[in-house]
């Protein structure tokens, strides 16, 4: 394929993509400023500016969330229309194949998986924060609650039933395997976290078989404070940036944040998604069928989207439980349908 066609057929898509996306990012404004002014039951100017104001912060996140289907279906509509203009059959009269034809869609995945990786979805994250922050206010909008800490190095695993910055409250940690070979479990109300050491308040110390308790202690910790600091934002709440600091810093301490871990690969595994979706309009576009109408098409769309929601959901809820690695939950479904679509589309042109 040429550079002109190249350069044409990305041009298209692209188009297609930037206008779709932007009526979409405004529907998506108007539902969430129509259910934001009827929860704060606007009365008058001013509230009606800050129901706007609080839209605006939302609707990158929510945009960010579908943006991979927005380009599932322009990039199937614009095949479906270069089939029906008879251009495809142009094209493939002229001795260029389908994964020729494909190649600019790909591209075009790629560079907008980039641009939502590394810009728009750490727009949305940084808007929907403080949309939580003016909402729920400056700390309850950044508390996680449930939190796991894996520290194999003195054979420790630490849960915290909710951290902001560097308080803590419900700590419960779990020590296995000690010099005396017994364990131990150590209960606290509430926790603060400095930079080496944390204090432990209102705690309960068991011993295997011994009972006892404390106003307070101190103990020494490996863990980074600054990694303590950065979890205090759930998962799904941080960018690829926050995420692979977290990342580092998990390595270098010898901890493992399995949640964290997934959150990191699931955002990777999902800039693919927008190439699996460019191979699936393929599969759904060729070869070329002058009988399918929009609806089928727009019925295989859907079916095909909610599957892959499905299986990705399921994933996700076995990595949670343990049963899968967070690797194998995260990359597991987009590699095997990315691999499947290849496979069929190459079949098909056989």
């Not at 996140?61 to 029906?84: K, N, R, S, V």
């Amino acid at each position: 394929m040429n550079g002109t066609l190249f350069k044409h057929i990305c041009k298209i898509q692209l188009k297609s993509t930037a206008f779709v996306s932007f009526f979409m990012f405004c529907l998506i404004f108007l539902f969430d400023f129509a259910e934001t002014s009827r929860k704060f039951s606007i009365s008058n100017w001013n509230e009606t500016l800050l129901a706007i104001n609080l839209s605006i912060l939302r609707t990158p996140g929510t945009f960010c969330e579908i943006l991979h289907y927005i380009y599932f279906m322009t990039c199937t509509f614009t095949l479906w229309g270069l089939c029906h203009s008879h251009q495809i059959t142009v094209l493939k009269s002229s001795g260029i194949s389908p994964q020729q034809i494909l190649s600019p869609f790909v591209w075009c995945a790629f560079l907008i998986a980039s641009l939502w990786l590394f810009l728009l979805h750490p727009i949305g994250q940084a808007l929907e924060r403080t949309y939580a922050r003016n909402v729920n206010g400056e700390i309850n909008g950044e508390i996680n609650r449930d939190l796991w800490i894996d520290h194999p190095s003195d054979n420790s695993v630490i849960y915290l039933t909710s951290i902001s910055k560097d308080e803590v409250t419900g700590l419960h940690m779990f020590f296995h395997q000690q010099k005396n070979g017994g364990s131990r479990k150590i209960f606290a109300q509430t926790a603060k976290i400095g930079k080496t050491f944390w204090r432990l308040n209102d705690i309960t110390i068991v011993d295997d078989d011994l009972i006892k308790t404390a106003k307070f202690m101190k103990i020494k910790s490996n863990i980074s404070h600054d990694l303590i600091k950065m979890l205090s934002l759930a998962p799904r709440k941080h960018d690829i940036y926050g995420l692979y600091k977290i990342y580092q810093i998990q390595n270098s301490d010898g901890t493992r944040l399995k949640f964290y871990e997934l959150a990191l690969h699931k955002l990777l595994a999902n800039c693919l998604n927008f190439i699996l979706f460019a191979v699936i309009a393929g599969v759904l576009c060729f070869p070329i069928n002058r009988y399918k109408t929009k609806t089928s098409i727009v019925i295989e769309m859907i079916v095909i989207a909610i599957l892959l929601r499905f299986a990705n959901n399921t994933c996700e809820a076995l990595a949670y439980t343990g049963v899968l690695p967070a690797i194998v939950a995260s990359w597991a479904v987009t590699l095997g349908l990315l691999c499947s679509s290849i496979s069929i589309l190459i079949w098909k042109e056989l």
